[in-house]
Nanobody, 124 residues
Framework: QVKLVESGGGVVQTGGSLRLSCVQS????????MGWFRQAPGKEREFVAA????????KYTESVQGRFTISRDNVKNTVYLQMDSLKPEDTAVYYC?????????????????WGQGTQVTVTT
């Protein structure tokens, strides 16, 4: 059984930083890409970032480009999302997700495994 557990969410002021972590268990970590999604109140879940198995390829949604960085540690079976220069519009529940593919995917339809989510709140 594949399990994804996120941590690192919290409340931060505008301009601040947070680092989210997601630990995967239940399947090999190295062969697969990983992704982060978020869902703001009253909105649909949206893609944030994804990373290839080696970490050599990353993709970001335009609104976080240059502010967020996705990375992974294949020894610790962990994917990270470093979030800098946070804005109130970044407030959402952030989900870690894993597809059964090595290709980097931006659509959630390709992701089979999901964490429970971690709340990020950015205050003014």
């Amino acid at each position: 059984q594949v399990k994804l557990v996120e941590s690192g969410g919290g409340v931060v002021q505008t301009g601040g930083s947070l680092r989210l972590s997601c630990v995967q268990s239940g399947r090999f970590f190295t062969p697969y890409s990983m992704g982060w999604f978020r869902q703001a109140p009253g909105k649909e879940r949206e893609f944030v970032a994804a990373i290839s198995p080696s970490g050599g390829t990353t993709k970001y949604t335009e609104s976080v480009q240059g502010r967020f960085t996705i990375s992974r540690d294949n020894v610790k079976n962990t994917v990270y999302l470093q979030m800098d220069s946070l804005k109130p519009e970044d407030t959402a529940v952030y989900y870690c997700a894993g597809p059964p593919y090595s290709d980097v995917k931006v659509s959630e339809k390709y992701y089979d495994y999901w964490g429970q989510g971690t709340q990020v709140t950015v205050t003014t």
